[in-house]
């Protein structure tokens, strides 16, 4: 089956630091990738949209200069958290699929990172 | 404001018994409804959906009952498996927006011996 992988699986990192988290679609091509993130013991909120070679769509409350996405290739979208600050602690997790008309089961997802901003 | 809601965090079931599983939704805009399983350390991945214009849909031991007068859906295993304890999450689409899900916050299911 389709499988998604992200990297790292968990980060630390200091307080105005960034930090980088890759996902890739490891065996096939995935023309729309979406960033979730998962507050404790609340839902998985969608956070973005992106395509393949285009700008990332953000949910409303979703600032963008925060929250870089990168989808260069057909195989990996870059999620960056500027300028981290401890509220920005949370599970992201991303998906991918191989069309924004799929069938909603198309749609993968990753093992998720937990980021932990001290 | 939490659109699609889980109220049980928590489920334990013996096994060979029927797990069922509720879930409430407040946008009469959805149309389309989904479950997924997510195991430890694992991305969530599919496991049955519903349309709104059916009010069940059944693959093998599983099967989602939508009550759309209520906003109301339910996934019932039978029988349940050790294999099926894991955190399950409803999901809801809108029309026009094929993939943008609006999930619950899931319900873990322990299906003991």
């Known amino acids: 089956g389709a499988v998604v992988s992200q990297h790292p699986s968990r980060v630390i990192c200091k307080s105005g630091t960034s930090v980088k988290i890759e996902c890739r679609s490891l065996d096939f091509q995935a023309t729309t990738m979406f960033w979730y993130r998962q507050f404790p013991k609340q839902s998985l909120m969608l956070m973005a949209t992106?395509?393949?070679?285009?700008?990332?769509?953000?949910e409303q409350g979703v600032e963008k200069d925060k929250f870089l996405i990168n989808h260069a290739s057909l195989t990996l979208s870059t999620l960056t958290v500027t300028s981290a600050h401890p509220e920005d602690s949370s599970f992201y997790i991303c998906s991918a699929s191989v069309g924004l008309d799929s069938y909603q089961e198309t749609q993968y997802f990753g093992p998720g990172t937990r980021l932990l901003v001290l | 404001d939490q659109q699609v809601k889980q109220n049980s965090p928590s489920l334990s079931v013996q096994e060979g018994r029927i797990s069922i599983l509720n879930c409430d939704y407040t946008?009469?805009?959805?149309?389309?409804f989904l479950w997924y399983k997510k195991y430890p350390a694992e991305g969530p991945t599919f496991l049955i959906s519903i349309s709104s214009i059916k009010d069940k849909n059944e693959d093998g031991r599983f099967t989602v009952f939508l009550n759309k007068s209520a906003k109301h859906l339910s996934l019932h295993i039978v029988p349940s498996q050790p294999g099926d304890s894991a955190v399950y999450f409803c999901a809801a689409t809108v029309p026009g927006t094929a993939s943008k899900l609006t999930f619950g916050t899931g319900t873990r299911l322990q299906v003991t011996l």
């Open positions: 992106s395509n393949e070679g285009s700008k990332a769509t953000y």
């Open positions: 946008n009469s805009m959805f149309d389309y």
